[in-house]
């Protein structure tokens, strides 16, 4: 029974993910197109905000919930996890990526207003914050080492940091055209 149901995790995992992934990724060109002239920035804002419904509808909340409710069924099967650190922390970075998933739905009721209150970079940053909850969550889930997590932390930021340098530099390259 448990392989079923870390398959089923896995794979909302993966549909969550990508769901997070491309609703930032619209983000920026929804952001970005509100600098093109009428009636180009309606129509391109229009169809922004019912690709933005849609992939949250659909594929997002629903892999969240059923990520989680696969996640709670395995913690109920192996009760034993709980006692380990390695799940403490990974648990602490499923609550992050839970809030940014929030944040998230936030993000797409102000772009829906006509708010967009930040510029196409910093979503771009925003879209590695993503990548590194799942870097964190996968290796603890496959080391499962409490002790290691020291490593694994200053690893991120590491990690991190390069993410926020690449955007940076095909920022600069994209605005040198």
């Known amino acids: 029974m ?5 398959a089923i995790h896995i794979i909302f995992v993966v549909c969550w993910m990508a769901g997070l992934f491309y609703i930032v990724r619209l983000f920026v060109y929804h952001t970005e ?23 949250w509808n659909v594929i997002a909340i629903p892999s ?3 990520t989680i409710a696969a996640g709670i069924t395995m913690l109920y099967l192996f009760p034993a996890w709980l006692q380990q650190p390695w799940m ?8 992050g990526l839970i809030v940014y998933h929030y944040i998230c739905q936030n993000k797409i009721k102000q772009m829906r207003l006509g708010l967009f209150t930040w510029t196409s ?8 914050v993503a990548t590194i909850f799942l870097f964190a969550i996968v290796f603890l889930a496959v080391i499962k080492d409490g002790i290691s997590w020291i490593y694994g932390t200053v690893g ?13 530099i095909y920022k600069y390259y994209r605005t040198r055209k």
């Open 2 to 6: 448990y392989n079923y149901v870390l």
């Open 64 to 66: 969240m919930w059923l």
């Open 156 to 168: 991120i930021i590491v990690f991190s940091l390069i993410l926020m340098s690449c955007v940076k």
């Open 121 to 128: 970079t910093q979503l771009r940053i925003w879209n590695e």
């Open 33 to 55: 197109a509100q600098s093109k002239p009428e009636p180009d920035r309606k129509i391109l804002s229009d169809q922004f905000v019912i690709m933005e419904r849609r992939l």
């Open 88 to 95: 403490h922390i990974k648990l602490c970075f499923v609550a």
